[in-house]
């Protein structure tokens, strides 16, 4: 017999069922997926900022801004997901798929990875 991985309740159905109901699927993963502590969560939420600051500047997937618009919309240069050195030596950070590389006059290239 089969119990609810979420309130341990019996399970009726199918036999691969792992939950009583979806109430209780979206409750155990919901839990599953939550961020662990406030350092974690702070963190991701500077990372989504930046995402949708970038999004937001970057519509044709490739332009250009200043570091002041992008300081004036709240953007923190410090959270990024990862640095792509190119065989040119320029130097791109990214999040996830949007990034950009520091140009001269304090302009940055905004560019968007194919994936």
Known sequence: MKICLECSEKIIGREDKKFCSD???NAYNNK???DSNNYMRNINNKLRKNYRILSGLNTEGKSKTTR?????????????TNILNTKTG??????YDQGYMLL?????????KDI
Do not use: H
């Not at 004036?72 to 990024?80: H, P, T, V, W």
């Not at 320029?90 to 999040?95: D, H, I, K």
């Not at 001269?104 to 968007?112: A, E, G, I, R, S």
């Open 23 to 25: 109430g209780c699927r």
């Open 32 to 34: 599953i997926n939550k």
């Open 68 to 80: 002041a618009k992008l300081l004036s919309k709240g953007f923190d240069f410090e959270f990024f």
């Open 90 to 95: 320029n130097t791109y950070y990214f999040l």
């Open 104 to 112: 001269d006059n304090d302009f940055y290239m905004l560019v968007k």
